[in-house]
């Protein structure tokens, strides 16, 4: 069993819709990344965090320590936000290593 | 800035030629790292390093080696290339453990 599932695999949406993407992790972990990979390959960072909730524009990223879950938001998708979305944790002890999860492939259509 | 910058974008090798991809950054970050991304897979960590003159294995290091001689590059050195070294490679960089950011990788064909 991978350290990092990701649900689900792939995701089509329609313009306007929220989407929900979710990552459960199966060690403990000092920070969880969501990273956002472009069509053409490039990848971004979207938000690195241990607790709580961040908030960036329509994109919206939580984390639930005690369930090891954490999801991804996006209100009002727009095809511009068709993707693979990529969850990844550094697991305590002092590691610098990410693992990462295989990614959720978001299509939105207009 | 540049950013992190990776050469070359694409190459193809033959079986038993060596390579070196090389990566650099311009954001004065002290952590570097390399990964691959496999078809389907998530990406993997190679090697990473905390620092000039300090470097240490990831999840897949075999037959691959590097080295950091300065601050700002952190090059890959595929000795040996064999088909399992198929891949795309990213280099990525971060000030000491926050958010990285990712070169615009290699995509690496061994025949």
């Known amino acids: 069993k991978n350290e990092v599932e990701q649900s689900p695999q792939n995701l089509t949406a329609q313009e306007g819709e929220f989407i929900t993407i979710n990552c459960s992790y199966s060690?403990?972990?000092?920070?969880l990344h969501w990273l956002q990979q472009h069509p053409g390959g490039g990848i971004v960072s979207l938000f690195m965090l241990s607790s709580g909730k961040k908030k960036h524009g329509r994109l919206i990223a939580t984390i639930n320590i005690q369930e090891k879950h954490s999801s991804l938001h996006i209100t009002a998708s727009h095809p511009r936000d068709s993707a693979v979305y990529i969850c990844?944790?550094?697991?305590?002890?002092?590691?610098?290593?990410?693992?990462f999860g295989k990614g959720t492939k978001l299509t939105v259509n207009p | 800035n540049a950013g992190v910058t990776q050469t070359p974008k694409f190459r193809i090798l033959k079986i038993g030629q060596s390579m070196t991809l090389q990566c650099a950054q311009d954001m004065n970050h002290n952590y570097m790292y390399w990964y691959r991304q496999d078809p389907g897979m998530g990406l993997k960590l190679i090697y990473y390093?905390?620092?000039?003159?300090?470097?240490d294995k990831g999840e897949v290091p075999n037959g691959y080696n590097v080295s950091r001689s300065t601050t700002e590059d952190f090059p890959l050195r595929l000795e040996l290339a064999a088909p399992s070294q198929t891949s795309v490679y990213f280099c990525a960089s971060s000030y000491e453990s926050r958010e990285q950011y990712f070169g615009p990788g290699t995509r690496l064909t061994v025949t």
């Open positions: 390093s905390v620092g000039a003159g300090i470097t």
């Open positions: 990844a944790v550094r697991s305590t002890g002092g590691s610098e290593k990410l693992v």
């Open positions: 060690v403990g972990i000092s920070a």
